[in-house]
């Protein structure tokens, strides 16, 4: 499969203002990104951006960046408008979201990320990890995954996903990652999609695929990438990235 990373990205940010350009070691966030998706080795990276300043930063970097809407909300937005811009022949069979707040994603975690897309009948893939503590699992601002996921096994299918703590009774619990794969197609049907009952419920934007019977895999990994929303965040990403 032909696959292109596209990075959304927008300097407004109600918890931590101009996030994308913050200073990690005398680089710009954005960067960072795009280094650990140039990382993958999986095709093109490109940044989707909101805003000129973005775009700057990155192309001073040697990237790939592509202005879009500065008023579209979501990153799903933002990526399938930088794909109509500039892959209008549908080339590319899979489009990987990569947050723009996650400069110590592990690039093998991408790798991981598009694998579930080889079964013909998965139309969009994302990742969680093993919940490991009381706190994780009931913290509203933890997005649990219910999968469909065999003993031993490093793939299943998506069920639901919330804030609360799902699924009930005995077993291990799992955190979603926010990061996604779509195929083409399937990316094209969302991004038409209108928000659903759920969706809006939960504010989870991945339930609107399930609403509309689109089937997500999730595979299983070890780290949940740490996502930069506070001043916080970023002081961690420092630390991990000295």
């Avoid at 960072?32 to 700057?56: F, K, T």
């Avoid at 930088?82 to 069979?93: F, R, T």
């Avoid at 592990?106 to 080889?118: E, W």
């Avoid at 659903?196 to 695929?209: H, Y």
Wanted: proline share 7%; glycine share 8%.
């Amino acid at each position: 499969m032909d696959v292109i990373t596209i990075i959304p990205s927008r300097l407004a940010s109600s918890r931590l203002p101009n996030k994308a350009l913050a200073d990690i070691h005398g680089v710009p966030m954005i960067v960072h990104v795009w280094r650990r998706g140039m990382e993958a080795n999986l095709g093109p990276v490109i940044v989707a951006c909101g805003d000129e300043q973005i775009a700057d930063a990155v192309r001073g970097a040697g990237g790939e960046a592509v202005i879009t809407d500065p008023r579209l909300i979501s990153g799903s937005d933002r990526v399938f408008a930088a794909l109509k811009s500039i892959d209008p022949g549908g080339k590319y069979e899979v489009i990987v979201n990569l947050q723009g707040d996650m400069p110590t994603a592990d690039p093998a975690m991408l790798t991981a990320l598009v694998a579930p897309l080889c079964d013909p009948d998965t139309e969009i893939a994302t990742l969680a990890s093993l919940i490991a503590t009381p706190a994780e699992r009931l913290s509203d601002s933890v997005v649990k995954a219910a999968i469909s996921l065999q003993a031993g096994g490093k793939t299943g299918r998506a069920v639901y996903f919330s804030r609360n703590t799902i699924p009930w009774g005995c077993g291990g619990h799992y955190h979603h990652i926010g990061l996604y794969a779509y195929k083409r197609d399937a990316l094209i049907k969302f991004a038409q999609l209108p928000p659903g009952p759920l969706e809006q419920r939960e504010k989870l934007e991945q339930l609107r695929a399930l609403e509309n019977g689109m089937r997500i895999d999730i595979s299983i990994v070890d780290v949940n990438p740490l996502g930069v929303d506070t001043q916080d965040d970023l002081d961690t990403a420092r630390r991990l990235l000295a």
